[in-house]
């Protein structure tokens, strides 16, 4: 008995099982589920795949692939992932994120494709988490297989290279960091650093001496130069680049320093037989004649001259003009002058004593030998003149004005100076008004420069009269030949006549004889006033009026249409679909013509009526079911209250008939009314998500799908729309 309860009780809960609704909340996806697919059976075999790199360069773009390998066989599958770092992107619309969570949103497919941003520098490792299902596509969460796996990447990190700077060499002795004495060490400094910290490795730090520009390897890594390597006169210099231990920095070089010879005693150098002299000897010195300093140099070292200083005094003030030379030309003298010169000599170490010569004078000369002094006469190189009374260069003698100091000559004799004499050599003129090199006598337009006859005797001057032999014409302003009075355009140069009077030269109009007509814009023959499309030779005429010319028009006599784009007799304007000759409306404004929406919707209907016929058969057979599982029970029951139980009987050992006892007729019992056995907890889903049933593309490329709610979605390129 208890055994065939416990029977039936197992087929109640399995036909129940069987009838329970899919667990649809899964197949849009799971977030942070990882660790793999829990509340799926899990048959084994899955390799989940992807494409995470090992390493990672922060803030790097990497395009990552997950699939699998093994499982049940089909197309469905679906997958859970964790990464704790870095950034996600580009899902598309079968991929969701959320927070450092990945997961598919589409159950037909058994690969996916987005975009991982590295996290920035210093993040360390990065753990992945990957869990993936293959589906058996009954939308149930038995026979299916999953599988799990986990991935490091660690950031690539590369080590900086240290630095050295303030990098100095020195005199060990002066500290002197421009010159050092041949018989001294030389030392170098520099300051170290490292972007990381790291401390310096000096056994791995490069230091190298350079003698000029020429590297000294025999010095290589050593912090003094000793002073046996150096000689006077020449110049040095290091370079250094610090070492971390892993990384040898960038060579830094340091200053130049200058050997210097070892300093012996000087004895300071002197002058004698210092003296000014001139070509005239004496003290007085003539203003015409230069000064010239002379002295013997003399040094026990016999060091050069170099240095010496010179200074120049004119009456015991000093010309610092004339500084450290030793001749003074005459142009800077003056009658009565005293001069006198100081020599300081130098042997380019030490200054020695100075020395001061005796005086000279200069004096005056009378240099034309006229008996005039040079200081009186106004002309000292000139024996013929000694005066000028009016100060103008011009000696009285030979000066024809020489009490103006404006004139000195008269070369046409018309008691005229030169100077102010516009035609110094011609008698007959001496004013030029204009300034046309043409006499006032004789221009006939004396006080106008740009004229000086008149041919035709029309008051207009030869160079302004564009016909100046012709009394009538004067001007030609467009520079075409015509005189202005003749041209009926004379500020047109292209146009002379207007035959049909219409404001418009004959050159210019393409209707000459035409007077309402001058142009022909798009040269079809029909004038731009008459031409509704002046500038288009295929029109002329626009009957609707609407901007297109009749010819390109496809409606010529409806202003509301031009175009047909799809031939479909309906122009583009009214037409909600001009480029699909099988559409032409969309009622509802949602993109999709009304041909297509109900081929659509009745595909989705017929569907549908499908589907629900499926559920009902279904229905029937679980009451049929349920009503025979019901008949058993009461059967049972009555066998467990007393009545008679059919038994196989043994026929091995006869065995005597036993006494039939008659059997009152007892009443049954009244039938109680099964209720319904409360049904154990299933994991399913708390949100029940309708699942896709089929997926298709119509003749436009919009993809539809039904869901097993009976819905009918589309697909608007970013989500899912409910119809």
Not at 84 to 105: E, L, R
Not at 176 to 190: C, F
Not at 380 to 406: H, K, L, R, W
């Amino acid at each position: 008995m208890a055994k065939s309860t416990t029977v039936v009780s197992i087929a109640i809960i399995m036909l129940l099982l069987a009838l329970a609704p899919s667990i649809e909340g899964k197949l849009s996806g799971k977030h942070n589920q990882s660790s793999g697919c829990t509340c799926h059976y899990n048959g084994g075999g899955v390799t989940p795949g992807h494409n995470f790199p090992s390493t990672y360069t922060p803030g790097q773009l990497y395009n990552i692939q997950i699939n699998m390998q093994g499982g049940v066989a089909g197309a469905q599958g679906g997958f859970s992932l964790d990464v704790d770092k870095g950034a996600y992107s580009n899902g598309g619309p079968d991929v969701s994120f959320q927070a450092t969570s990945a997961t598919h949103t589409n159950p037909t497919s058994r690969s996916w494709n987005f975009d991982w941003t590295a996290p920035a520098a210093g993040s360390g490792p990065v753990s992945v988490s990957l869990a993936t299902l293959a589906a058996d596509g009954t939308n149930t969460n038995g026979n299916d297989a999953w599988g799990t796996t986990t991935h490091t990447i660690n950031e690539l990190v590369s080590n900086q290279p240290p630095s050295a700077s303030n990098v100095q060499i020195f005199s060990s002795s002066t500290s002197s960091a421009t010159n050092v004495v041949e018989d001294t060490d030389i030392g170098i400094s520099y300051s170290y650093s490292d972007p990381e910290n790291d401390p310096e490795v000096t056994a791995d730090t490069e230091i190298k001496w350079y003698k000029g520009n020429v590297i000294q390897q025999m010095y290589n890594d050593r912090t003094t130069l000793p002073a046996s390597a150096i000689t006077a006169g020449e110049s040095w210099h290091a370079t250094v680049a610090p070492h971390d231990g892993t990384t040898l920095g960038s060579a830094v070089q340091s200053n130049s320093i200058t050997v210097d010879a070892a300093v012996i005693p000087n004895n300071i150098p002197t002058v004698s037989n210092y003296e000014i002299t001139a070509a005239t000897a004496g003290s007085n010195v003539p203003v015409n004649e230069d000064l010239w300093l002379g002295y013997v140099y003399d040094d026990s070292d016999g060091d050069s001259e170099s240095g010496t200083v010179i200074r120049w005094f004119k009456d015991s003030v000093e010309q610092a003009t004339w500084n450290d030379v030793t001749t003074v030309p005459s142009s800077a003298t003056s009658i009565g002058d005293s001069w006198n010169a100081k020599i300081t000599p130098s042997d380019g170490i030490d200054m020695g004593t100075t020395y001061e010569t005796t005086a000279i004078v200069i004096i005056d000369i009378d240099s034309d030998g006229d008996g005039v002094f040079n200081e009186n006469d106004a002309f000292p190189n000139d024996a013929a003149e000694t005066v000028d009374s009016d100060s103008d260069g011009v000696g009285d003698n030979g000066d024809a004005f020489p009490n103006d100091a404006t004139e000195t000559m008269d070369s046409d004799s018309d008691g005229v100076g030169d100077n102010a004499d516009a035609f110094p050599n011609d008698a007959a003129e001496t004013l030029d008004s204009d300034g046309d090199t043409v006499g006032d006598n004789a221009d006939a337009f004396p006080n106008d420069a740009s004229e000086t006859m008149d041919s035709d005797g029309d008051t207009v001057g030869d160079n302004t009269d564009v016909f100046p032999n012709d009394a009538n014409e004067t001007m030609d302003s467009d520079n075409d030949s015509v005189g202005d009075n003749a041209d009926a355009f004379p500020n047109d140069a292209n146009e002379t006549m207007d035959t049909d009077e219409d404001g418009v030269g004959d050159n210019a109009d393409a209707f000459p004889n035409d007077p309402s007509e001058t142009m022909d814009s798009d040269g079809d023959g029909v004038g731009d006033n008459a031409d509704a499309f002046p500038n288009d030779a295929t029109e002329t005429v626009d009957t609707d009026s609407d901007g297109t010319g009749d010819n390109t028009d496809v409606f010529p006599t409806d202003a509301t249409e031009t175009m047909d784009s799809d031939t479909d007799g309906v122009g583009d304007n009214g037409d909600a679909f001009p480029n699909d000759a099988n559409e032409t409306m969309d009622t509802d404004g949602d993109g999709v013509g009304d041909n297509a929406q109900a081929a659509a919707e009745a595909k989705a209907a017929k569907l549908a009526a499908e589907q629900r016929e499926m559920y009902m058969m279904i229905g029937i057979a679980a009451v049929v079911i349920i009503l025979s599982l019901a008949a058993v029970m009461v059967i049972m029951k009555k066998k467990g209250d007393g009545e008679p139980v059919l038994t196989t009987k043994e026929y091995d050992t006869p065995q005597p008939l036993p006494q039939t006892q008659p059997v009152a007729p007892q009443p049954l019992p009244q039938t109680q009314p099964v209720a319904p056995q409360p049904v154990a907890p299933q994991p399913v889903a708390e949100v029940v998500v309708a699942s896709e049933v089929q997926r298709w593309t119509d003749d436009n490329g919009h993809t539809w799908r039904t869901m097993s709610d009976n819905s009918t979605q589309w697909w608007n390129g970013s989500d899912w729309q409910q119809r």
